[in-house]
């Protein structure tokens, strides 16, 4: 007899349908064969089923077994097929006769006592059950919140293979589970970080919200201790709140690479990922032969804080280069070319010299000229390019640290932050563009013009500070950002003035 389940694969952050076709042949001995392209995980699906099918109090008989994954042209990966290929044997064994009307499709992962678990991408395959039409989606319980974020179709919690195998005869009813999207929504939004924890720092925590406000990418300078690391980490709660159409494309990416707790129906609030200085560059980026998203990829619509960055590896900083221009990641292999999302921001943190004392006042720097020239070096003018904000982070003074009085909360900065991207979604209006970090050379022209004052400044920054020509549309879209928070039209000198203040590296003092 011959049976067919319909499932589904992944493909970068989407979900494709899979048929389960299985037949039952005749043969003496037991054979199980897996055809359409299988990697080793669903190779050794036969051992897993055939073992929950026995604890599960459903055996069935000595066959040759033939299981083909449809399209047969595309690989398949993961043990998400175990519950539709053991429901297709018992289908075709005759053991199973589907009582309920309408196509299901069904995900899982089997245990060997018939339990189900988990699987990743159940969002994706949410999205791909109901743009298929089906009636309802068979997923393990500890993926149901993810997946009942997607309306339009009957998520189907099921916690055993007897379980699914009683609902599509028509034996059991299983509600169809339910999430409120608007309570998940409010409750994943909570931060436990605050910028009222932060003592001092008045320019640096300036700047930041000068970077959140128009979405540009900042480089903290400074000794060691003297809070670049508490700063990075309080970013994502002064970024405007996340709209649902930005948590469910974060939530996706989550969930594919298997991150989502069970208990969460979304990625609600700003990720922050803080990858180590040894990570690679399929690390960073994303890879493997089947390529999986990397940081830039799970820090999509938040931060990637990358702290020592001399001290990442060369080849490691310079993929980051097109995920910063592009906002997408474009992966290519010999077989598939996958793309992953990577709008994020850009903060990182570096000593001004190899021992981390050049400039204090209570320490003595010990490295030379050459020294902290070769450790500027070792980040590259390309990536420099791309870092709107050069921020110098002074140690913190011992009158600040004891200071009782608490800095001004991250409710008060976002409020002010969102009243800035307001006007920047207003003014690109209908365009793929989000905030100033993102204008083009003809938005500069356009909305980027300083007075005559501000235009002297600019040329006396270029000319006598030793700014580079390429800090030209830098300096120019973060006085438009400047501007937007101080809800000003035109860029006046003050605008261009502390714009030029953020671009520390571009001065002759580092070059």
């Known amino acids: 007899?011959?049976?067919?389940?319909?499932?589904?694969?992944?493909?970068?952050?989407?979900?494709?349908?899979?048929?389960?076709?299985?037949?039952?042949?005749?043969?003496?001995?037991?054979?199980?064969?897996?055809?359409?392209?299988p990697d080793a995980a669903v190779k050794e699906s036969r051992d897993r089923v055939q073992a929950a099918l026995k604890n599960s109090g459903l055996p069935v008989g000595w066959r040759k077994?033939?299981?083909?994954?449809?399209?047969?042209?595309v690989r398949k990966e993961g043990p998400s097929f175990d519950l539709p290929i053991a429901l297709g044997m018992l289908a075709a064994d005759g053991k199973l006769e589907f009582g309920r009307d309408g196509d299901y499709l069904v995900v899982g992962e089997l245990a060997l006592d018939g339990a189900v678990r988990s699987v990743r991408g159940a969002l994706p395959v949410a999205v791909c059950a109901r743009d298929l039409g089906c009636r309802g989606l068979l997923v393990p319980a500890a993926n149901a919140n993810e997946a009942a974020v997607v309306e339009g179709v009957d998520v189907i919690p099921v916690e055993s293979l007897k379980e699914a195998a009683d609902f599509l005869a028509g034996d059991g009813d299983v509600a169809p589970w339910r999430v409120d999207l608007s309570a998940a929504f409010d409750t994943a939004q909570a931060y436990v970080a605050d910028f009222s924890d932060v003592k001092g720092?008045?320019?640096?925590?300036?700047?930041?919200?000068?970077?959140?406000?128009?979405?540009?990418?900042?480089?903290?300078?400074?000794?060691?201790?003297?809070g670049k690391t508490m700063l990075a980490k309080r970013l994502p709660t002064i970024i405007p709140d996340?709209?649902?159409?930005?948590?469910?494309?974060?939530?996706?990416?989550y969930s594919v690479a298997g991150l989502l707790p069970k208990e969460r129906a979304l990625v609600a609030a700003r990720p922050f990922r803080a990858p180590h200085h040894t990570v690679s560059e399929a690390g960073l980026v994303g890879g493997g032969s089947i390529p999986r998203p990397g940081e830039v990829s799970l820090a999509h619509n938040g931060v990637l804080f990358l702290?020592?960055?001399?001290?990442?590896?060369?080849?490691?900083?310079?993929?980051?280069?097109?995920?910063?221009?592009?906002?997408?990641?474009?992966?290519?292999?010999?077989?598939?070319?996958?793309?992953?999302p990577s709008r994020f921001m850009l903060a990182a943190a570096m000593n001004p010299c190899p021992c981390g004392w050049l400039g204090s006042p209570s320490r003595r720097c010990r490295c030379s000229p050459h020294q902290i020239q070769a450790y500027l070096n070792r980040i590259s003018g390309p990536l420099l390019d791309r870092i709107d904000i050069h921020l110098e982070v002074p140690a913190v003074r011992y009158k600040e640290l004891t200071d009782e009085r608490r800095g001004e909360p991250s409710a008060m900065i976002r409020d002010r932050v969102n009243r800035a991207r307001d006007v920047q979604r207003r003014r690109f209006a209908g365009r793929n563009i989000y905030c100033n970090a993102r204008m083009t050379t003809r938005d500069v022209e356009q909305w980027c013009r300083p007075d005559d004052e501000g235009e002297n400044l600019?040329?006396?920054?270029?000319?006598?500070?030793?700014?580079?020509?390429?800090?030209?549309?830098?300096?120019?879209?973060?006085?438009?950002?400047?501007?937007?928070?101080?809800?000003?039209?035109?860029?006046?000198?003050?605008?261009?003035?502390?714009?030029?203040?953020?671009?520390?590296l571009d001065r002759q003092a580092w070059a």
């Open 242 to 253: 996340m709209s649902l159409e930005e948590a469910l494309e974060t939530t996706k990416v």
């Open 307 to 340: 702290d020592e960055l001399p001290e990442f590896r060369r080849p490691a900083l310079e993929v980051l280069r097109q995920p910063l221009e592009d906002a997408v990641v474009t992966i290519s292999r010999a077989k598939m070319s996958l793309s992953f």
């Open 201 to 226: 720092q008045e320019h640096a925590k300036r700047a930041l919200e000068v970077a959140a406000a128009g979405g540009h990418n900042v480089l903290m300078l400074g000794p060691p201790g003297s």
């Open 65 to 73: 077994w033939t299981v083909n994954l449809a399209p047969a042209d």
């Open 1 to 37: 007899m011959h049976a067919k389940i319909i499932s589904a694969g992944l493909l970068g952050i989407d979900a494709y349908k899979v048929e389960v076709e299985v037949d039952a042949g005749r043969g003496v001995q037991n054979l199980f064969a897996v055809v359409g392209l």
């Open 458 to 504: 600019i040329r006396t920054a270029i000319e006598k500070l030793g700014l580079t020509a390429r800090a030209y549309h830098r300096v120019l879209k973060l006085s438009r950002t400047i501007a937007d928070l101080a809800g000003d039209e035109a860029l006046a000198a003050g605008h261009v003035s502390e714009a030029i203040q953020y671009r520390t």
